[in-house]
């Protein structure tokens, strides 16, 4: 999992409140859970004028002129600011790899559906709860400044704005540590790898026929 220490990036939105986890990935692209190659399928039925299938080439369809991540000046963009209730409905796993493959590296909302916002620290995709009049100023700054960057310092706990203004955040202690390391819960396992072996190799002294028993 990439590590989340520093991330500076330009801002685009997702103005609409309760959006939920099959408009972030509609539910014909979960066939497969490699983790990859859902970027070009993120919010698909607000990106595209037509209806996408999965292994489609995205490349020729033809774009919705006025849905935010079309537009020439949110490209690039790797901030997303949201409204409440960010990733609601169901629990697909598939929402964040989306954002991440996409590009994304933080979401800023008032609120985030718990098991959306338990995946996102998952998979090194930073999910940053702000005040829902602070998500206001930033929306409200945003659209009045194209090109408008913000810094998130994830070990300062801090959401930057281009005026130099810092924003304080929370966020669980254990989740930090595991994104400032890259750790999801494979890394987290491989972390006692020594221990791990040292107790296998106890019990093979202790009980070899159960593992003569598997081979």
């Given at each position: 999992?990439?590590?989340?220490?520093q991330?500076?990036?330009?801002?685009?939105?997702?103005?609409?409140?309760?959006?939920?986890?099959?408009?972030?990935?509609?539910k014909?692209?979960?066939?497969?859970?490699?983790?990859?190659g859902?970027?070009?399928?993120?919010?698909?039925?607000?990106?595209?004028?037509?209806?996408?299938?999965?292994?489609?080439?995205?490349?020729?369809?033809?774009?919705?002129?006025?849905?935010?991540?079309?537009?020439?000046?949110?490209?690039?963009a790797?901030?997303?600011?949201?409204?409440?209730?960010f990733?609601?409905?169901?629990?697909?796993?598939?929402?964040?790899?989306?954002?991440d493959?996409?590009?994304?590296?933080?979401?800023?909302?008032?609120?985030?559906?718990?098991?959306?916002?338990?995946?996102?620290?998952?998979?090194?995709?930073?999910p940053i709860?702000l005040?829902?009049?602070?998500?206001?100023?930033?929306?409200?700054?945003?659209?009045?400044?194209?090109?408008?960057?913000?810094?998130?310092?994830?070990?300062?706990?801090?959401?930057?704005?281009?005026?130099?203004?810092?924003?304080?955040?929370?966020?669980?202690?254990?989740?930090?540590?595991?994104?400032?390391?890259?750790?999801?819960?494979?890394?987290?396992?491989?972390?006692?790898?020594?221990?791990i072996?040292?107790?296998?190799a106890?019990?093979?002294?202790?009980?070899?026929?159960?593992?003569?028993a598997?081979?």
């Open positions: 999992m990439k590590a989340f220490t991330h500076k990036g330009l801002a685009a939105p997702m103005d609409r409140a309760n959006v939920d986890t099959d408009l972030i990935i509609p014909q692209f979960l066939k497969s859970i490699k983790r990859t859902f970027g070009p399928n993120l919010f698909d039925e607000l990106r595209y004028l037509d209806e996408g299938f999965p292994g489609q080439d995205c490349s020729g369809r033809p774009l919705n002129p006025e849905f935010p991540l079309n537009f020439p000046h949110y490209q690039g790797s901030v997303l600011l949201a409204r409440k209730n990733g609601c409905g169901s629990s697909r796993e598939h929402a964040p790899w989306a954002l493959d996409f590009g994304f590296r933080a979401v800023i909302a008032p609120s985030f559906a718990d098991i959306f916002f338990n995946n996102c620290f998952k998979n090194g995709l930073l709860v005040a829902e009049e602070v998500v206001d100023q930033l929306f409200e700054e945003m659209y009045a400044q194209e090109g408008y960057e913000l810094t998130i310092d994830l070990e300062k706990q801090q959401v930057i704005k281009p005026n130099g203004e810092a924003i304080d955040f929370e966020v669980d202690a254990f989740r930090k540590h595991c994104l400032l390391n890259g750790l999801d819960d494979i890394g987290l396992t491989l972390e006692d790898a020594d221990d072996r040292a107790y296998e106890k019990r093979r002294e202790q009980a070899p026929w159960l593992f003569d598997v081979k």
